[in-house]
């Protein structure tokens, strides 16, 4: 593996961590028992979990139960599950974590055999197996709220073919809000995910590990120093980054031009908006064409629980064509695996748009999710970001661009000890 790669997150040892008992009902090697998949989603994609579970019922007669659990809390309960030697079946987890690392499954064979994405299949170095499959295709893309660009008469681009600059972009959103009295001309989630794609669409590549080196270039400084003139002159709700304030809320009020998230919007979207039209277009490049892609989570399953055998098949079926081809329909995902035709029942070409953005993009887009995977096979854990930590000290006027940009070296050199 090449050495020099993009810092995802600051990570501590896994000694650090505390123990505690697992909140969760254990496991059992009893053949009557259900598998256990623990998970973190919305309705949306935890309900398309649950309905291949029931059709897997179906067909097998093995129960599987779905264990929906809050985001936050997702990776402090498997650890506690860990320490308390009461793992479950599977999960998809955010990372692979130091403190079960090395009671995961090999699944080599499904990432081959249903053909994973080369780029997310990762390799633990330690002996060369693949024991995490990207469980859908995650990316960040752009909003907007069609009814006030629409009303302002102003044009912006529809396919991957027509591109706009961040500079473009901007004064276009302003033109919207002049002719519409809209609030906002953009908000961004309050994520380093999002923060990366924006650095990369400037030409940055991001915070880069090379050796015991941490770097961050001219390029990405640049690209902080625009983001905080938009929030500094009012163009995008400050308070969202440094208060915490709901981005998508705030879009959904109807009252913002733009938005900057990325394709799991777009089935809450269609669910919850209802006052006005909104469309998925291009992202702005100044000058890279980029987005930030990578593994939604990471599927694993976990030895050791009497029923390793039961575990990797559920987890084959889960991957089958068909299957996976049905589960990415139902959740409004995007696929990790090549050779699927998804048909999805509505904005085909929203999800059409991310596939070109993705196919667009620059090797450094892929790197993110994959560089934390190989993180956490070596013993590491995200625990900080440095990079939205520092950001948000910035924008709150705490610090300089060259203290912001020494602290994001200084606390990734930290973490990484």
């Known amino acids: 593996m090449n050495n020099r790669i993009r810092v995802a997150v600051a990570v501590v040892a896994a000694g650090a961590l505390l123990a505690s008992l697992a909140a969760c009902s254990s496991p059992s090697s009893d053949e009557s028992a ?13 309900g398309g979990y649950q309905k291949m579970a029931d059709k897997y019922f179906e067909e097998t007669g093995t129960k599987v139960e ?100 961040w500079d473009e972009f901007v004064a276009k959103a302003k033109q919207v809000q ?82 900057y998230s990325g394709v799991w919007q777009i089935a809450d979207f269609q669910a919850n908006i209802t006052e006005f039209a909104w469309a998925s277009v291009p992202t702005p490049q100044q000058p890279v064409k980029a987005t930030n892609y990578g593994a939604a989570s990471w599927i694993v399953g976990f030895s050791g629980q009497g029923k390793d055998e039961e575990t990797e098949k559920f987890i084959s079926w889960l991957y089958s064509p068909e299957n996976y081809t049905e589960y990415c329909e139902i959740a409004g995902c995007l696929p990790s695996v090549s050779g699927l035709t998804v048909n999805y029942p509505k904005d085909a070409d929203a999800f059409a748009l991310y596939n070109a953005e993705i196919a667009a993009s620059p090797a450094v887009s892929a790197v993110q999710t994959t560089d934390q995977l190989r993180q956490g096979y070596e013993g590491k854990s995200m625990d900080v970001e440095p990079l939205k930590d520092e950001t948000v000290r910035y924008l709150s006027g705490e610090q300089t661009i060259d203290q912001t940009v020494d602290a994001i070296i200084a606390s990734t050199k930290a973490g990484l000890r």
């Open 178 to 259: 002049t002719a519409t009295g809209a609030q906002y001309g953009l908000t961004m989630d309050p994520s380093a995910h999002r923060l990366r794609s924006f650095l990369y669409e400037f030409g940055s590549q991001g915070v880069v590990q090379d050796g015991d080196s941490i770097s961050f270039d001219d390029e990405g400084r640049t690209a902080l120093e625009y983001f905080k003139g938009m929030n500094d002159d009012g163009f995008m709700p400050k308070s969202v980054w440094t208060a915490g304030e709901d981005a998508s809320a705030t879009f959904k009020s109807g009252q913002v031009a733009a938005y």
């Open 66 to 165: 779905i264990v929906d659990v809050p985001g936050d809390d997702l990776t402090t309960r498997l650890r506690n599950s860990a320490q308390a030697n009461d793992l479950p079946n599977i999960a998809a987890a955010a990372n692979v974590d130091p403190l079960w690392k090395d009671q995961l499954l090999d699944l080599s064979s499904i990432a081959k055999d249903d053909k994973v994405l080369p780029t997310l299949t990762v390799e633990d170095p330690a002996d060369g197996k693949v024991k995490a499959l990207p469980s859908s295709l995650t990316s960040v893309g752009m909003f907007i709220n069609k009814d006030l660009w629409d009303k302002a008469g102003v044009s912006y681009p529809t396919d991957v073919s027509q591109t706009w600059t």
């Open 34 to 46: 259900p598998l256990q998949f623990v998970l973190s989603g919305d309705g949306t994609q935890g």
